[in-house]
């Protein structure tokens, strides 16, 4: 406990900085700024803004990142509750009550008590990050490369089972961003694999650019397929202070939310939305009146805000004990910090503490931005969203041309952003779901290099390299996920799942 | 967002070959064979130490397996047989348009078919805005152009001037033209504060009546 | 002050103009630099040259009066950014930055790297140097080279080498050519993944540098057995060098250069070479450099030209030894 202690006083003591105060004000700001805006999650968010980034050093670049993580998660539940529009998956159960309420005139209550319940689940969440940080990193020092395989394994599974569409399309998907990642020169050889021939992709695949095309660029072709709706924005929003009842009312959902998204952020998978669907789905079970749900119960925002907010930030956890990002936007993350210098895994607490627990604590300091910056600062976002589209995806477009340039100086890595526009496109209207392959891409490279290594070191001998009981089990449990999630009571859930998005 | 024009499924069943599914099956067993078909030249190695061919085939016979299940259900299954497969080609080819020039002229190189002049942002930014602006159904020109200036300005003051990138501002022929006297940053600043104003006043001679009009 | 004697003063400010706008077209130099210097660095930012440069640039704009623009051209092992260095003005407002892999190993190993340093490039200074250090896992129970070759006899086929570049493989290489022992490559990301099995044990050796190595070394975690370039390190003044052990023709160690165009004009170089070994000795530089064990060569234009020489040599005669990695 006092060790504990210790660790966030020294975070603490990193982010009390000017300089990182700031970042992590301009990063909560732009993030909620962009997750506000329609048609740009947190993921394309991150890729776009990453470049702001390089001048700073590798804490306040993570402190920066982070803070538009859950800006843009923030500004997500901002335009759910105010237009019926989720920014992103996992405010899609906001969207249900907290535009009911918005409708009711009660829009400021919701969005006040989104920000109190995401930011009383984020101080927990903070805590148990903590918590969990330095055992779990001291338990990945002892994984073998067979373990670390395993795990790779399982937590590919469960980004596929979890995620929405067709178990095939996404295991499509990850297969193609599994060979993406192999694709380009071998880093000890220098022998070219994959390439056809092209100096181009010499380098392998960037993930900022995979990542800005499939999703950036194919969002805004998505959007304009449609003619131009305006949505419309009442500027009535109401009191945002929650009064004595909307408090007693909220307390428990708030609770449940935050236990249930800490613990769903930690499992690999996309734990944000499955967090938020999950506390929507208990508060309906434990309401005394489940017929208010979906008519505007203060319930029903409190606890799947406070979830997803949790989970959230515990989807840090695998990402910096183990090196393993468990969604695309933490990849994209744990991208960053190599760029910077730190690559993400179990040394991190040791050799970086200071990053480590800055980031950490930021996390905390994030959340309490948004809500005494955020809530005063409501109708400035209310007039961002008044922005028009046709004004708007012209600017999206060439930041998107003028940050990917930034990152390496390389124009052809603008015309590989404009590729895998085209194709993130197709894919969509082939109705793929892109975000496995981006995943796979992460960890591909890293798939490889365990297995070659696990059988190197067992001698060839797939048994000695199977037989560790950890790896046995880590790979039993991705067959009873997939088997499982065949089986045809939860394929219909997902089907329900899917659905709702 | 709606995407209400495409998601309504026709009543009419579709032909297979114009079958959602279908084409996506279609389109991943080409991804695999065309993975294949780059792994041939690699080793594959033995068990104990495999080689960098081993992993692109196995991956490329399972994704082709899979691109197959994709394309079986798009025969068999009940519903697949109203999912027509669209695309929306105009804004498509406008948008990569506009960041294929971005691309191509920002510093400019060799391309391996062709070579270009470096353009910079000046030149560069305002064409990727206006051109990308177009791909919108319905377009105000006007609007578009106050954008394209007032943008690129904004650009040019973050990027090269705040954030000192290595992003080039001018087209080489003029970088190379001013005076030493003056210097780059001073150029580059009255560069942002000349589109600056073009967009000011283009704003206010052709925007902001149009607005009051309406 | 009367009329004449301004007017004379005029006339001195006048001719001193003239003189100086005439002595202008002759000598460049004395006006260099009068806008900001752009340094390509041909690696992506974040990694030990981005590093090194950026810190070096901090130091130059102090003294040069001109800020250095870092311009990172990642591609193609280094190739692509290189290349866009040699191809540069010639005129000391490009420089590009030189590692062990861009201008050593590339142009010999590399059939992407069609150029040739020592006839494309100028070296002007060495920017910063960094050891290499050979470390073994603590289960071995050695503490030297020779220890190490003895426990290899004897214990045929068990020594794995943990390797994640290019220089790592080459050094395994050579030592093997060296002194005859034999140790089986496993592949690994980097070195974060790498030392994470040596530790364990689950992996026997590896060969890196300094900076990463030092904190798993003062933790005990691993044994450093031997430094890989000629000489000792401050930081570790108790391990040996190869050539100490009689390993002979065998230098693997890393550093970053300062490299122009070919046709750049001398008292450029000079220029350049003088501001940056000042800006090497500026405080915040040394402070840093401690912190990053990077170490300082003091050398001039000749001695860093002798130094790349002998550099190019070594790695190009080890490369034909251990033949290609493909």
């Known amino acids: 406990m006092t060790d504990l202690l210790q660790h966030l006083q020294l975070g603490f003591s990193v982010v009390f900085s000017f300089q990182n105060l700031f970042l992590c004000l301009v990063g909560c700001l732009v993030g909620t700024l962009i997750g506000v805006l329609p048609g740009i999650g947190p993921l394309a968010t991150i890729a776009i803004l990453m470049p702001l980034t390089y001048n700073a050093d590798p804490a306040g670049a993570i402190i920066m990142l982070a803070g538009i993580y859950y800006g843009a998660q923030y500004g997500g539940s901002t335009t759910a509750i105010l237009v019926n529009m989720p920014g992103e998956s996992s405010s899609v159960v906001t969207a249900l009550d907290g535009h009911a309420m918005a409708r009711q005139g009660r829009a400021g209550k919701a969005l006040g008590i989104a920000a109190i319940g995401s930011f009383i689940a984020g101080s927990f969440a903070t805590l148990v990050v903590a918590a969990v940080a330095i055992p779990l990193s001291r338990l990945a020092l002892g994984l073998t490369a067979g373990n670390y395989f395993s795990l790779m394994l399982l937590g590919l599974t469960l980004a596929i089972v979890l995620g929405s569409g067709s178990l095939l399309k996404a295991f499509c998907m990850l297969l193609i961003g599994v060979i993406m990642a192999l694709v380009g020169a071998d880093q000890i050889t220098g022998e070219a694999r994959l390439t056809f021939g092209s100096q181009v992709l010499y380098d392998g695949f960037d993930m900022a650019v995979v990542a800005m095309g499939l999703f950036g660029i194919a969002e805004i072709l998505r959007n304009l397929e449609a003619p131009e709706r305006r949505p419309f924005v009442d500027d009535v929003v109401g009191g945002l202070l929650p009064n004595r009842q909307d408090m007693k009312d909220s307390a428990g959902a708030i609770t449940r939310g935050s236990l249930l998204g800490a613990i769903i952020g930690i499992i690999p998978g996309n734990g944000a939305t499955l967090s938020s669907f999950a506390s929507y789905v208990l508060e309906k079970k434990v309401s005394k009146h489940p017929e208010t749900f979906g008519k505007g119960a203060i319930q029903g925002v409190a606890g799947p805000e406070s979830a997803n907010n949790a989970a959230a930030q515990t989807t840090f956890v695998p990402l910096l004990t183990l090196g393993l990002p468990s969604t695309a936007t933490m990849a994209l993350v744990g991208g960053a910090m190599t760029l910077h210098g730190v690559v993400p895994g179990p040394q991190v607490i040791d050799m970086h503490p200071e990053l480590f627990w800055g980031v950490v604590t930021s996390m905390w300091l994030g959340n309490l931005m948004l809500v005494i910056i955020n809530l005063p600062l409501i109708g400035i976002w209310v007039k961002f969203l008044k922005v028009p589209y046709h004004l708007l995806f012209p600017t999206i477009i060439l930041l998107c041309c003028v940050g990917i340039y930034s990152v390496n100086s390389r124009p052809t890595d603008v015309l590989m952003v404009a590729a895998f526009g085209v194709i993130g496109y197709l894919f969509y209207r082939l109705k793929f779901d892109p975000t496995p392959l981006l995943l796979g891409l992460v960890l591909g490279g890293m798939l490889e290099d365990s297995l070659r290594r696990g059988l190197i070191l067992s001698r060839g001998s797939f048994w000695t390299f199977l037989s560790d009981p950890l790896t046995l089990v880590l790979l039993g449990l991705s067959a009873v996920i997939v088997i499982s999630a065949l089986s045809p009571s939860i394929s219909r859930g997902r089907q329900v799942l899917a659905e709702d998005e | ?214 | 002050m009367n009329r004449t004697g301004s007017l004379r003063r005029l006339g001195a400010v006048a001719i001193i103009t003239v003189a100086l706008g005439l002595g202008m077209g002759s000598a460049l130099a004395q006006d260099y630099p009068d806008r900001p210097i752009t340094a390509i660095v041909p690696f992506g930012a974040g990694g030990g040259a981005d590093t090194q440069t950026r810190i070096w640039g901090e130091a130059m704009a102090g003294l040069t009066g001109q800020r250095i623009v870092v311009e990172n051209v990642a591609g193609t092992a280094g190739v692509a950014g290189t290349k866009q260095g040699i191809n540069a003005e010639p005129d000391g407002y490009t420089v590009v930055m030189g590692a062990a892999s861009t201008i050593a190993i590339n142009p010999v190993s590399n059939p992407a790297a069609d150029y040739y340093p020592p006839r494309d490039l100028r070296p002007v200074a060495v920017i910063g140097y960094t050891p290499y250090v050979m470390v073994v896992a603590n289960n071995l129970g050695v503490k030297t080279l020779p220890d190490l070759i003895e426990y290899g006899k004897a214990n045929e086929g068990t020594l794995t080498y943990a390797g994640w570049t290019a220089v790592g493989e080459f050094a395994r290489r050579g030592l093997e050519l060296r002194t005859g022992l034999t140790m089986t490559p496993v592949p690994y990301q980097g070195a974060t993944e790498a030392m994470t099995d040596v530790i364990a044990g689950r992996a026997s050796a590896a060969i890196l540098d300094i900076s990463s190595a030092l904190p798993f070394i003062r933790s005990g975690s691993v044994t450093p057995i031997v430094m890989t370039g000629p000489d000792k390190s401050p930081a570790l003044p108790d391990v040996g060098t190869v050539v100490e052990a009689g390993v002979e023709n065998y230098v693997i160690d890393s550093w970053i250069a300062l490299f122009v165009p070919r046709d750049t004009p001398d008292e450029i170089v000079e220029y350049l070479n003088a501001k940056t070994r000042e800006a090497l000795k500026s405080q915040p530089v040394m402070d840093r450099y401690a912190e990053l064990e990077i170490e300082v060569r003091d050398y001039d234009v000749e001695e860093t030209g002798a130094f790349m020489a002998r550099q190019i040599d070594a790695w190009a005669g080890l490369i034909k030894e251990a033949g290609p990695t493909q």
């Open chain 2, 1 to 214: 967002m709606t995407h209400e024009v495409a998601e309504q499924p026709g009543r009419e069943p579709v032909p297979p070959y114009a079958r959602l599914e279908v084409i996506g099956g279609t389109t991943i067993i080409g991804i695999a064979a065309l993975v294949w078909f780059g792994a041939i030249n690699l080793a594959v190695g033995t068990l104990p130490n495999f080689g960098p061919g081993a992993l692109p085939r196995v991956l490329a016979i399972l994704l082709a397996l899979a691109g197959a299940g994709v394309f079986i259900q798009g025969l068999v299954r009940r519903e697949a047989a109203f999912e027509r497969f669209e695309f929306a080609l105009r804004p498509t080819l406008v948008i990569m348009l506009a960041v294929v020039l971005f691309g191509l002229f920002i510093r400019g190189g060799d391309f391996g078919l062709l070579s270009t002049p470096q353009l910079g942002l000046c030149v560069v930014g305002p064409l990727t805005v206006f051109i990308a602006g177009c791909a919108a159904p319905q377009v105000n020109l006007k609007e578009l152009l106050v954008l394209a200036f007032g943008l690129t300005a904004l650009m040019l003051v973050v990027f090269p001037d705040l954030l000192r990138l290595g992003i080039p501002p001018f087209p080489a022929i003029l970088q190379n033209a001013i005076p030493p006297a003056l210097g780059r940053e001073t150029a580059l600043r009255i560069a942002y504060a000349g589109y600056g104003a073009i967009a000011l006043v283009l704003y206010l001679v052709f925007v902001r009546p149009d607005r009051r009009a309406a």
